[in-house]
Antibody, heavy 118, light 110 residues
């Protein structure tokens, strides 16, 4: 069974940084693209970033303007999201998910909450 | 403002058939697969339909989907109270080089 477990969320000051992690199991991690999707309180889903199975290709939502960096460690079946210069509107539940590189997610983790306070 | 357009709400009574629309463009739905998700309050989204009309194992066949040009729709037949949830469509967008989601539709079972 596919299992994705996010961690690293919490309270962070505006302008600060946080690194999210997602440990995967139940599938051959390196064979799958991975993605981060976020959901602000009471709002819809917003795709944040995606990365190929090898890690050689990455994509980001235009709105992030270079503040976020996605990466992966295939030796540890782990996906990361480095988030810098955090703003209040980055407050959201952040989900990791697997899937195809040029496609929407398949299986989702349970999410980790990031709250940016001033 | 979401790239894919969904009605904010939909409703039906038990046993009815309801449809939820998802409108996009030639750069997303018109060219790439559409996926649908179901989300209950406080829970992670769950894949309902992939590649336009394929249902993952475990998803009841009461859920079906179709696509025509830049638009898609999700249909739920034999509506049940437990179907009350938020539903989202999504697709890859060639122009944006990313995944785009609809704004979500809150389904109420009356």
């Amino acid at each position: 069974e596919v299992y994705l477990s996010e961690s690293g969320g919490g309270f962070v000051r505006r302008g600060g940084s946080v690194r999210l992690s997602c440990v995967a199991s139940g599938f051959i991690f390196r064979d799958y693209a991975m993605a981060w999707v976020r959901q602000a309180p009471g709002k819809g889903l917003e795709w944040v970033s995606g990365i190929s199975g090898s890690g050689g290709s990455t994509f980001y939502a235009d709105s992030l303007k270079g503040r976020f960096t996605i990466s992966r460690d295939n030796s540890k079946n782990t996906l990361f999201l480095q988030m810098n210069s955090l703003r209040a509107d980055d407050t959201a539940a952040y989900y990791c998910a697997n899937g195809a590189l040029y496609g929407p997610p398949l299986t989702w983790g349970q999410g980790t909450q990031v709250t940016v306070s001033s | 403002q979401s790239v894919l357009t969904q009605p904010p709400s939909a409703s039906g009574t038990p046993g009815q058939r309801v449809s939820i629309s998802c409108s996009g463009s030639s750069s997303n739905i018109g060219k790439n697969y559409v996926y649908w998700y179901q989300q209950f309050p406080g829970m992670a989204p769950k894949l309902l339909i992939y590649r336009d009309n394929q249902g993952p194992s475990g998803v009841p066949d009461r859920f079906s989907a179709s696509k025509s040009g830049p638009s898609a729709s999700l249909a739920i037949s034999g509506l049940r109270p437990e179907d009350e949830a938020d539903y989202y469509c999504a697709a890859w967008d060639d122009t944006l080089s990313g995944v785009v989601f609809g704004g979500g539709t809150k389904l109420t079972v009356l």
